[in-house]
């Protein structure tokens, strides 16, 4: 299984970014994906969630991203509205998934993309 993740980069306050992560693999069923971040020097922390039981969006981030999700290609988005310098990150991907019907759901993680806001 892998999770490939895309889209981060380097842009100015005020500028948008859109994050992907698709899951691929020998894969029975993903539950919820979520981004993640790390900024150095700091513990990763939740940015949002997405699964069976709704979304979650971490109150730094609210109303300015957006996550979503393409079920029929394991696919995950993170819209990155308004940046601001401390949202400079790496951000990961995660999704809890299994392999087959009897399994059960296990967390994987992407490689993590960079994203950098200037002021």
């Known amino acids: 299984v892998q999770l490939q993740a895309s889209g981060g980069g380097l842009v100015q306050a005020g500028e948008s970014l859109r994050l992907s992560c698709a899951a691929s693999?020998?894969?029975?069923?993903?539950?919820?994906m979520g981004w993640y971040r790390q900024a150095p020097g700091k513990e990763r922390e939740l940015v949002a969630s997405?699964?069976?039981?709704?979304?979650i969006v971490a109150v730094s981030v609210k109303g300015r991203f957006t996550i979503s999700r393409d079920s029929t290609r394991n696919t995950v988005y993170l819209q990155m509205n308004s940046l601001k310098p401390e949202d400079t990150a790496v951000y990961y991907c995660k999704a809890d998934l299994r392999l087959a019907a009897w399994d059960s759901d296990r967390a994987y993680w992407g490689q993590g993309t960079l994203v950098t806001v200037s002021s």
């Open positions: 693999g020998s894969i029975f069923r993903v539950s919820g």
């Open positions: 997405i699964g069976p039981g709704g979304t």
